[in-house]
């Protein structure tokens, strides 16, 4: 097993320079980039373009507000809005963003900073992009740890018992809640319970923002925990409701899966019990495909499916921080949160794989790959 996992583990070095790669090129070559944005703040399409600007030195701010609108532009010059932009001015904002090198060339040396944890500073939030990810990661682990325990606590028995119970009343009226929960997204169940239990309509218990309340360091210990559970609770239930279904039916069509199988026939006729062969032959035969979506589930919750849920409660974290970066171009923050989720990933499925042995020690990777 350390074999393949430490070839595993190397396989993950060309993955991850393939996909970084590819989000590159693709990032690089889409318009309204960064001096782009720059260019129309510097032609009066957004306020404090001179401000934001100072980076580049007093004689650039000379430049900027001396060509705001009587300069040429440059032949070479390919951005939208650069007319009326002195050329100097925009080869600094060139040199401001990194944009005056080739594109080879600011690939590697991005991930050569990347190889040595230097994930750069913001373009537009003047902050270092490691802050910041630091900044939001306990708002997304909430969500991604949380969310994930509860619908995995929520899935796997109630999956179980309708594989126990197939065609019986329980199983056809859990169905209908499970297909209930597959259609409505998740943000429209947020919705709802901000309508219903957030002083939206009816009832006005639980807070509508935020992941603790403003007077939270005054606070002790326990009421503190009270504090978030009570902020956390609406924005995980949401996410629950909306991720237990597919999860749920999964576990069920395993474990039928497995019933019809030969070796459970043979545990039966040894005079085994029910419970007996449920859950010392069947349970960990059926969980194999459960416990394989384990990293990926986490990861999604995580890094992308709690996006409008942050929206919604406007709670701060990961997932908002990528969406305003890609609307803004921000490629430090785009590039860095990508690297460090698509290597996140990459591991997280090395630890499917592992605790697939751990379930089930019949299974060997090694053996497979000979």
């Given at each position: ?7 595993r ?5 060309p ?5 970084m ?6 990032v690089?070559?889409?318009p309204?980039g960064?001096?782009e944005?720059?260019?129309?703040e ?10 934001r600007f ?19 532009r ?8 650069a ?12 040199r ?23 994930f ?6 003047d ?5 910041l ?9 909430s ?14 028995p109630?999956?179980v ?5 197939d ?7 859990t ?22 239990f957030?002083?939206g ?6 807070p ?5 309340s403003?007077?939270?360091d ?16 609406l ?6 409701i909306?991720?237990f ?7 069920k ?7 019809g199988?030969?070796y459970?026939?043979?545990?039966r006729a040894?005079g ?5 062969v449920?859950?010392?032959h069947v ?10 979506g ?39 923050v ?19 794989d592992i ?12 053996s497979?790959?000979?």
């Amino acid at each position: 097993m350390l074999a393949y996992i430490v070839r595993r583990l190397f396989l993950i070095i060309p993955t991850l320079l393939g996909i970084m790669i590819i989000n590159f090129v693709i990032v690089q070559l889409a318009p309204g980039g960064p001096v782009e944005q720059m260019i129309a703040e510097l032609s009066g399409e957004a306020v404090g373009a001179t401000e934001r600007f100072s980076g580049g030195g007093a004689d650039t701010n000379q430049q900027v507000q001396q060509s705001g609108g009587g300069g040429e532009r440059s032949p070479n010059t390919t951005y939208r809005g650069a007319q009326g932009l002195d050329p100097e001015v925009i080869a600094e904002i060139e040199r401001m963003f990194g944009f005056d090198k080739p594109l080879h060339e600011r690939f590697l040396l991005m991930m050569g900073n990347y190889l040595q944890f230097d994930f750069g500073e913001s373009y537009f939030r003047d902050r270092r992009v490691v802050d910041l990810v630091l900044e939001k990661m306990p708002v997304s682990i909430s969500l991604g740890l949380w969310t994930t325990l509860l619908v995995y606590l929520i899935s796997i028995p109630l999956g179980v018992a309708k594989a126990k119970r197939d065609g019986s009343r329980f199983d056809v009226w859990t169905s209908g809640v499970v297909i209930v929960g597959y259609a409505v997204p998740s943000f429209i169940f947020a919705v709802l319970l901000i309508v219903v239990f957030s002083g939206g309509r009816y009832l006005d218990w639980f807070p509508l923002r935020g992941l603790v309340s403003d007077d939270f360091d005054s606070l002790g210990p326990f009421q503190q925990i009270l504090d978030y559970l009570w902020h956390i609770t609406l924005p995980i239930l949401a996410l629950v409701i909306g991720g237990f279904a597919t999860l749920t039916m999964l576990t069920k069509n395993s474990f039928l899966d497995q019933v019809g199988q030969q070796y459970v026939l043979t545990a039966r006729a040894k005079g085994l019990t029910e419970p007996q062969v449920l859950y010392g032959h069947v349970f960990r035969n059926a969980m194999l495909i459960v416990i394989a979506g384990f990293p990926g589930a986490f990861v999604s919750i995580l890094f992308t499916g709690a996006l409008l849920i942050e929206v919604i409660f406007s709670l701060d974290g990961l997932g908002l921080l990528g969406f305003e970066a890609a609307l803004n171009r921000d490629y430090p923050v785009m590039f860095a949160t990508l690297y460090f989720f698509t290597l996140l990933g990459l591991l997280m499925q090395l630890v499917g794989d592992i605790t697939y042995t751990i379930v089930d020690p019949r299974i060997d990777f090694e053996s497979r790959e000979t």
